[in-house]
């Protein structure tokens, strides 16, 4: 199965993306280049920036396009390492669902 292949298990919010992506260039990408895959995470960085930018405003529009973006670009992190979207969640809810812990001062905290 190609990257391309990788099917968002039919949700078509991320198929649309993971469809722009390879409009645009930015799939597939060569499993050695990381440059490519570097330049993803610096993006994911500036919009993760623009998300704390929004908090900090308590700007609701602001807040959702940056979530947005941050969600765009984690997409294709996924799919330009040959994962789903899909199954990276899976995996980290596999990952947190049985964990303990106590909530402290507004972060959880694990045992």
């Known amino acids: ?4 292949d990788i099917r968002e298990d039919n949700w078509i919010p991320i ?3 993971v469809d722009w992506g ?3 260039g930015l799939l597939p990408v060569d499993p050695t280049d990381i440059q490519a895959k570097s330049s993803q ?7 993760v920036g ?3 930018n929004g908090i900090s405003k308590q700007d609701l529009w602001e807040i959702a396009d940056a ?7 984690l997409i294709l992190m996924a799919h330009q390492h040959g994962l789903s979207a899909t ?5 980290a809810h ?5 964990r303990t812990g106590t909530l402290k001062d507004g972060y959880y905290v694990k045992d």
């Open 15 to 17: 198929n649309n993306i």
């Open 50 to 52: 623009e998300l704390a």
């Open 41 to 47: 995470m610096i993006k994911l960085t500036e919009e």
């Open 1 to 4: 199965m190609g990257i391309k």
């Open 67 to 73: 979530i947005g973006d941050c969600m765009v670009v």
């Open 87 to 91: 199954h990276c969640l899976e995996v």
């Open 94 to 98: 596999n990952e947190i669902k049985d």
């Open 22 to 24: 390879y409009s645009r």
